[in-house]
């Protein structure tokens, strides 16, 4: 695979997240998707942007040419719908071979074989969870992905070929988050609407908050925005909040701190807004997943 043999939209991504096309291998994989997590956030800012016109249309299409336009132009990334759609899309174009999974009823990521495997990797960059490389779940059941208190372990189920997601946070599992997948079904991203429905309802998890969050591990860190609490994680455990008090301050750290400046965050509250949602009003109980 060379550069010139991909399309634009493909040799763009790349760009952006600052990684050369390579042969596919797993130490090649492992580069893409930290430096996916290091580079795009995890936001529903989009979502908002697309709340009216997702309810016009009715569906949502993967689109990886837009994609990474809306990268460059505004930042914007999304969940994991975008995020692990888009790059489904360039990873087919590198010559993995690329698959949807379907976590709780609600979560997409993706199975991903290497030339000449026969074992399938979970690869996930639209989580806001530590998988800075692939895992083998099939052989390395006790597999843990870890950073600063934050660990996600993915374990074999019950039946052959089911596994459970697993999130904790400084010890404590989260059991919203508690999701069972099946390797054994085969996913078109067809199979994912009536899920993405129910993500775009009023009031739902990403239609009534303020979320952003993204990996800087150069600077041994996590930083996490929810409505008007930034949280940064340390790799050390450390934790520091900060209580933002008017959009003047979410601006200046979505741009210092995140270095996200095109990411049209006040236009987001707007619409929050306008649906009657004040971020402003109260610090956020849960501030940090």
Known sequence: MTQQQLPQWAKDYLHYI??????????????????HLNRIPFE???TLLHYKKYHEEKKLVPDAKKFVKQLFQQDMSGTC???????????KQLGFHSRYTFLGGGHVALLVRLPGEEEEL????????PFFEPIRIETDPGNVSEYGGIEVRLRPGDEFGTYKYYRYVDGTLLTDMDWSFDTKKIYQFDDFQPAIQKYFRPNGVFTSVLRCQIWQLSQKRS???????????????????????DRFEVRDVIENEFKLPKLPVEEAIEILE??????????TEKAEA
């Open 274 to 283: 306008g649906m009657g949602i004040n971020i402003f009003q109260e610090p």
């Open 44 to 46: 529903n800012i989009s």
């Open 18 to 35: 600052q990684v050369p096309v390579r042969e596919p291998s797993q130490s090649y994989l492992k580069e893409m998707i930290t430096a």
């Open 81 to 91: 719908y975008m995020l692990n759609s888009s790059l489904h899309q360039l990873l």
């Open 223 to 245: 930083l996490s925005l929810v409505n008007n609490v930034l949280s940064i994680r340390y790799s050390n455990r450390k934790i520091e909040k900060h209580i933002l008090n």
């Open 122 to 129: 979970y690869v996930d960059v639209g989580n806001g969870a």
